[in-house]
């Protein structure tokens, strides 16, 4: 489930979408959060930015192939998402580590992947902030980020 602003009047909706989700799994993990507190970690704009960056490729005619065929030739295509962006973008700026496994923006890592440091995703969003800005890609910058605070001790 994406981030869900919830309100009173939006409370059948949540109870809507995690009735499916519930069907797809039956168990989930639920966290909430004030929206006046928000805080947005580097993984957390990380993925923003990769919803942003998916929005701009698609828009640009990429697609992703459904199957590839035993001659190489693609079969069927589907739009390009955030999830295709965040594979691509991980393991073109965060890199892999010597055993040639990406590496993972999850501080736990997961499903064997050693987990980046705060410096490795640092530099990676620096990346792709450099990378979207050749293209006239909009990235969301909050105030309030931890990428913000990280960028304002590098240059101060």
């Given at each position: ?112 992947l ?25 990235l ?17």
């Amino acid at each position: 489930m994406k981030d869900f602003h919830l309100n009173k009047f939006t409370l059948n909706n949540l109870i809507n979408e995690l009735s499916v989700e519930l069907e797809e799994s039956p168990n989930l993990i639920i966290t909430t959060q004030n929206e006046a507190i928000g805080k947005w970690t580097m993984t957390r704009l990380w993925r923003s930015w990769m919803s942003s960056t998916a929005s701009f490729m698609y828009e640009s005619g990429v697609m992703m192939p459904l199957m590839v065929m035993k001659d190489g030739s693609n079969y069927g295509s589907r739009p390009f998402d955030q999830n295709d962006a965040h594979e691509l973008f991980t393991a073109q700026h965060l890199g892999v580590d010597k055993e040639g496994r990406r590496l993972s923006w999850s501080k736990s890592g997961r499903e064997g992947l050693r987990p980046a440091t705060k410096g490795e995703r640092f530099f990676a969003m620096q990346k792709h902030e450099e990378f979207a800005a050749n293209r006239g890609i909009i990235l969301l910058q909050p105030k309030d980020s931890e990428y913000r605070k990280l960028t304002d001790e590098q240059n101060s």
